[in-house]
């Protein structure tokens, strides 16, 4: 079985301030990872995906992960967090031969202040 | 990247009427549609795998014979909300897979139907 732990519900960051979502997963064979915002009453929009190739994954609005096999990980980072950033981010698990159905985390809010 | 399109955005019905959602792949073809269901500041919870041409495959605890779904084509998968109450008032958005190319194993999603049953 397959599973994704979101670590912390809200997040709260000011403007121009390192943004960091973490991940972690439980795999018994090698995942394919997402990252995924969502915007009030939209559907989700892929940010990035890890898919057994380099374990640095750049994304889209300047987003970033890195696939971390030793800790389970794929924590969502931004260096500079912008007010347009503020949405629900779900880290989204899968694996080969899974159907692709995937399996998402409960989803992490972001909040950006001034 | 390949674009589903969703429809109706939302809609409002009475209660004990049916409803039918739309899920369009517009750009390319997929064998295999997702359907979920999200309750207000939750995860996505996946309701059934859409098969073209075969049943779709529900899983635990959804009622098959409510939620109806029909996968008819290689671009649209559709969700029939049969008989709904006000528990059934939630967000439902449908993802496509695409079945070749770089973009293999990524699902892209449609922007959600918002269901409010009065």
């Known amino acids: 079985a397959q599973s994704v732990t979101q670590l912390g519900s809200h997040v709260s960051v000011s403007e121009g301030a390192l943004v960091l979502l973490r991940c972690n997963y439980s795999?018994?064979?090698?995942?394919?990872l997402f990252w995924y915002v969502q915007y009030p009453n939209q559907g989700l929009q892929l940010l990035l995906k890890?898919?057994?190739?380099?374990?640095l994954v750049k994304g889209i609005n300047g987003f970033e992960a890195e696939f971390k096999k030793s800790e389970t990980s794929f924590h969502l980072t931004k260096p500079s967090a912008h007010m347009s950033d503020a949405a629900e981010y779900f880290c989204?698990?899968?694996?080969?031969?899974?159907?692709?159905?995937?399996?998402f985390g409960t989803g992490t809010q972001l909040k950006v202040e001034l | 990247g390949a674009v589903v399109s969703q429809h109706p955005s939302w809609v409002i019905c009475k209660s004990g009427t049916s409803v039918k959602i739309e899920c369009r792949s517009l750009?390319?073809?997929?064998?295999?549609m997702f359907w979920y269901r999200q309750f207000p500041k939750q995860s996505l919870m996946l309701m059934a795998t859409?098969?073209?041409?075969?049943?779709?495959?529900?899983e635990q605890g959804v009622e098959k014979d409510k939620f109806l779904i029909n996968h008819a084509s290689l671009t649209l998968s559709t969700l029939t909300v049969t008989s709904a109450h006000p528990e059934d008032s939630s967000f439902y958005i449908c993802?496509?897979?695409?079945?070749?190319?770089?973009?293999?194993?990524?699902?892209?999603f449609g922007q959600g139907t918002r269901l409010t049953v009065v």
């Open positions: 750009d390319f073809q997929a064998t295999t």
């Open positions: 890890y898919t057994s190739a380099a374990t």
């Open positions: 993802s496509a897979r695409v079945n070749t190319g770089a973009s293999r194993a990524e699902a892209f």
């Open positions: 989204a698990v899968t694996f080969t031969g899974g159907g692709n159905k995937l399996t």
């Open positions: 859409s098969n073209e041409g075969s049943k779709a495959t529900y």
């Open positions: 795999s018994s064979v090698p995942p394919y």
